[in-house]
Every structure is written in structure tokens, then in C-alpha cells.
T-cell receptor, first 116, second 114 residues
Framework: DGGITQSPKYLFRKEGQNVTLSCEQNLNHDAMYWYRQDPGQGLRLIYYSQIVNDFQKGDIAEGYSVSREKKESFPLTVTSAQKNPTAFYLC???????????????FGAGSRLTVL | KQEVTQIPAALSVPEGENLVLNCSFTDSAIYNLQWFRQDPGKGLTSLLLIQSSQREQTSGRLNASLDKSSGRSTLYIAASQPGDSATYLCAVTYSGGGADGLTFGKGTHLIIQP
């Protein structure tokens, strides 16, 4: 998994519950990202963080929250406000910000969330 | 906003054939283009990264080309093997944006028949 650990791999949630997905990296990469993947769809950016204690909303941030208290960790909380949370969630890192021409995205193995 | 299209959406070919996957993008002002492989239920693995100043990159049986002026990239797979079966995605880093300037295509689902 390229030094990125996502947990849990599978998660089931009842409607109305908040859940937190973990993403930990040992690559010493500065930037971390959360993507959502739905069947037959491209990846969509939820949140990203380029430095500790700072993060930015992506295209579909509503109903999600994040924190970046440590360089190694970027947890994603799926709140009850997210109306359709069943999806495959992918965490990724880059050594520097996207604007760098040589940046390569490294992905974790993903977490599959199912709302019952 | 940048749009990335991958054609075909699915492809099934016999083992041993050479094949080409296509990726097109609407805005040629890009930093780079990446090709990824995704196995079912897994994360993405980076295959090749082409900088905007480059025309192609090669890794083993894979060759990716980039034509910025026409907004196209191709991924050529030589002598395909059943282990190549996966979904292949391309992603463009758009110079007009920051982290949200990375746009993914929906992927091509490839099946190599033994």
C-alpha cells in the first residue's frame, strides 16, 4: 500500500451515525487527500491538506469533516449530514502540493463504507 | 473546468494482443498526466507519470504518450497477459487549480481472456 494504511477496510454504519475513517502514512509526504469513488464514476475529491493544521474543501466536502493534527495522520469523519455515504473511500498522499510537476499520487488500499 | 474522458469504458481481448487505452482532456494547460491501475476493491497504483514537457514514458510492457495540443493520451500495453486485467484510470493535473486541479477519468475496465 505504498506506506499508507487505511482502516477499517470494511465499515457498516446505521443511518444517523457518524463514523471516522483512519489514514496513516509513513512516507513523510506533506500533502494528504481523501477521495470518494462510486461505481462507474471517477474519483472525487472530498478534502485535502497540504500542511499540518491546515486543510481545504474539495468538490464534495458537504457532510464530511477532517483534521490534520499530525503530519502522519488525516482522519475523515463521515457525518450524519452526508445523505448518501455508501462508497469506497481512498486516502492518498503526495510529496509536495499538486502544483509541483513531478508529484506522484500514492494511494492507500481504501475503506468501503456501507450504510445499513 | 477540466473534463477527462476515457474510451472505451470496457474492453475484453484475448491474451497476447497489443492494445491501446485512450484518455482525452478538455484543457491543454496541464502540469502532468498520470496513468493508474486499480484492482477490484483495492487502491490505485501509479503506472506512469508524463510531465507536460514530455511526449511519452515507458515502463516494461507499458508505454504512455501525451499530445497536449490535441488533449490526448494513450496507454499502450504490449503482449497483454491475464494479470493485466484491471481498471485503468488516467488523471490530469490541471495548472489552473491546486489540489482540486487533479481530475480523474472514469476508467477503462480491461479483461484479458486466457
Amino acid at each position: 500500500d505504498g506506506g499508507i494504511t487505511q482502516s477499517p477496510k470494511y465499515l457498516f454504519r446505521k443511518e444517523g451515525q457518524n463514523v471516522t475513517l483512519s489514514c496513516e502514512q509513513n512516507l513523510n509526504h506533506d500533502a494528504m487527500y481523501w477521495y470518494r469513488q462510486d461505481p462507474g464514476q471517477g474519483l472525487r475529491l472530498i478534502y485535502y491538506s497540504q500542511i499540518v493544521n491546515d486543510f481545504q474543501k474539495g468538490d464534495i466536502a458537504e457532510g464530511y469533516s477532517v483534521s490534520r493534527e499530525k503530519k502522519e495522520s488525516f482522519p475523515l469523519t463521515v457525518t450524519s449530514a452526508q445523505k448518501n455515504p455508501t462508497a469506497f473511500y481512498l486516502c492518498a498522499t503526495t510529496r509536495g502540493p499538486y502544483a509541483s510537476g513531478a508529484n506522484v499520487l500514492t494511494f492507500g488500499a481504501g475503506s468501503r463504507l456501507t450504510v445499513l | 473546468k477540466q473534463e477527462v474522458t476515457q474510451i472505451p469504458a470496457a474492453l475484453s481481448v484475448p491474451e497476447g494482443e497489443n492494445l491501446v487505452l485512450n484518455c482525452s482532456f478538455t484543457d491543454s494547460a496541464i502540469y502532468n498526466l498520470q496513468w493508474f491501475r486499480q484492482d477490484p476493491g483495492k487502491g490505485l497504483t501509479s503506472l506512469l507519470l508524463i510531465q507536460s514537457s514530455q511526449r511519452e514514458q515507458t515502463s516494461g510492457r507499458l508505454n504512455a504518450s501525451l499530445d497536449k495540443s490535441s488533449g490526448r493520451s494513450t496507454l499502450y500495453i504490449a503482449a497483454s497477459q491475464p494479470g493485466d486485467s484491471a481498471t485503468y484510470l488516467c488523471a490530469v493535473t490541471y495548472s489552473g487549480g491546486g489540489a482540486d486541479g487533479l481530475t480523474f477519468g472514469k476508467g477503462t475496465h480491461l479483461i484479458i481472456q486466457p
